[in-house]
Nanobody
Framework: QVQLVESGGGLVQAGGSLKLSCAAS????????MGWFRQTPGKEREFVAT????????AYADSVKGRFTISRDNAKNTVYLQMNSLKPEDTAVYYC????????????????????WGRGTQVTVSS
């Protein structure tokens, strides 16, 4: 079965950086798009970034554009989220997710596009 395990979260001061990792197993990682989402208590899970199966195409939420970078290493079955210039409003549990469509050109923004999820990693940005 597909398993996704996030790591790299923690406490950081505003303006600082963190790099999240998500290790995938259970199927051919390089065939599928990956996404990062985040959620705070009482709010819906929101889209942060996505990357296609080859890494040639990425997309970001407006709130993180220019500060966050999604990347993947298909040889290591891992997707990353480099987060720079962090703000207190970036505080959330961050989840990685993977799609089920093989090598598509579509970009996936909705939680409903991702059937497989990790358990999340907490990111806290202090002011």
């Amino acid at each position: 079965q597909v398993q996704l395990v996030e790591s790299g979260g923690g406490l950081v001061q505003a303006g600082g950086s963190l790099k999240l990792s998500c290790a995938a197993s259970g199927r051919t990682f390089s065939n599928y798009a990956m996404g990062w989402f985040r959620q705070t208590p009482g709010k819906e899970r929101e889209f942060v970034a996505t990357i296609n199966w080859s890494g040639s195409s990425t997309a970001y939420a407006d709130s993180v554009k220019g500060r966050f970078t999604i990347s993947r290493d298909n040889a290591k079955n891992t997707v990353y989220l480099q987060m720079n210039s962090l703000k207190p409003e970036d505080t959330a549990v961050y989840y990685c997710a993977t799609n089920s469509a093989v090598r598509t050109i579509r970009t996936y923004y909705s939680t409903s596009d991702y059937p497989y999820w990790g358990r999340g990693t907490q990111v806290t940005v202090s002011s």
